[in-house]
């Protein structure tokens, strides 16, 4: 009874809290560190380095000390996009320049425009079509094993 109550408790806590609030954790957005989040971080570390329990003890790290900013994202998506496409026999692509890409999948054909979300999905034997550029598309038959 009491580990439901518990739970509850933690539950309501956890929807309350937003993502913005929430700056120390791997869910909220990685962005560069602001003037005023890195003073704090310096003013912490002045104070634990003047009152540290052992004197030799090395400095707490800090999550931005493992976590680099995100890349930020263009306003239009690239024109074209790198392909590589490698077979066990031969190299068919390499370093690419491409429109898109039409891809055989399981649960369906899927095509792949430059600025694509990263996708995974179960490939299936058929024809990867390239599509070099407005006029000139090529063919590739994939085989799966």
């Given at each position: 009874m009491a580990l439901r109550q518990a739970m509850r408790r933690l539950g309501a806590l956890s929807s309350q809290t937003s993502t913005a609030a929430?700056?120390?954790t791997t869910s909220?957005?990685?962005l560069e560190a602001t003037e005023a989040q890195k003073e704090s971080i310096k003013s912490f570390m002045d104070a634990f380095d003047q009152n540290k329990p052992i004197p030799t003890m090395d400095l707490p790290s800090t999550p931005s000390n493992f976590m680099s900013p995100e890349r930020e994202v263009p306003a239009t998506p690239p024109?074209?996009?790198?392909l590589n496409f490698?077979?066990?026999h031969e190299i068919q692509f390499k370093d690419a320049e491409v429109d898109q890409v039409m891809i055989p999948a399981t649960s369906g054909d899927f095509g792949v425009l430059p600025g694509h979300v990263p996708t995974v999905a179960q490939l299936r034997p058929g024809v990867v079509s390239v599509q070099l550029?407005?006029?000139?598309?090529?063919k590739v038959r994939a085989l799966l094993r």
């Open positions: 929430r700056a120390f909220a957005p990685r024109e074209k996009m790198t490698y077979m066990p550029n407005s006029s000139e598309t090529q």
